[in-house]
Nanobody
Framework: QVQLVESGGGLVQEGGSLRLSCAAS????????MGWFRQVPGKEREFVCA????????TYADSVKGRFTISRDNAKNTVYLQMHSLKPEDTAVYYC??????????????????WGQGTQVTVSS
């Protein structure tokens, strides 16, 4: 069983920055692919970015490429999402997720078997 707890969400002005954190339980955190997803009411949850277990590989949705950075600290069992140049359309609940059965980065929700409770990010114009 893996528990994920996000933090760091909040209200920020357009063009601002936020850093989200996701603390994970589990003895083999470094073997998990970790991802960030987001969801707005009435829409499907969408992929934002993901990172391999070692941190050596990352992938991003086109909508956030160049503005968001995913990273992880395996010694702290934590994954981060640094967000810069935020836009109102980035407003959503952000979820971190763990894919414990796959070693290759996945963008599909179905590959992730553990999810956090989500943290709200609101970008005002």
């Amino acid at each position: 069983q893996v528990q994920l707890v996000e933090s760091g969400g909040g209200l920020v002005q357009e063009g601002g920055s936020l850093r989200l954190s996701c603390a994970a339980s589990g003895r083999t955190f470094s073997s998990y692919v970790m991802g960030w997803f987001r969801q707005v009411p009435g829409k499907e949850r969408e992929f934002v970015c993901a990172i391999s277990g070692s941190g050596g590989a990352t992938t991003y949705a086109d909508s956030v490429k160049g503005r968001f950075t995913i990273s992880r600290d395996n010694a702290k069992n934590t994954v981060y999402l640094q967000m810069h140049s935020l836009k109102p359309e980035d407003t959503a609940v952000y979820y971190c997720a763990a894919a414990t059965k796959y070693r290759i980065i996945a963008t599909s929700l179905g590959r992730y078997d553990y999810w956090g409770q989500g943290t709200q990010v609101t970008v005002s114009s």
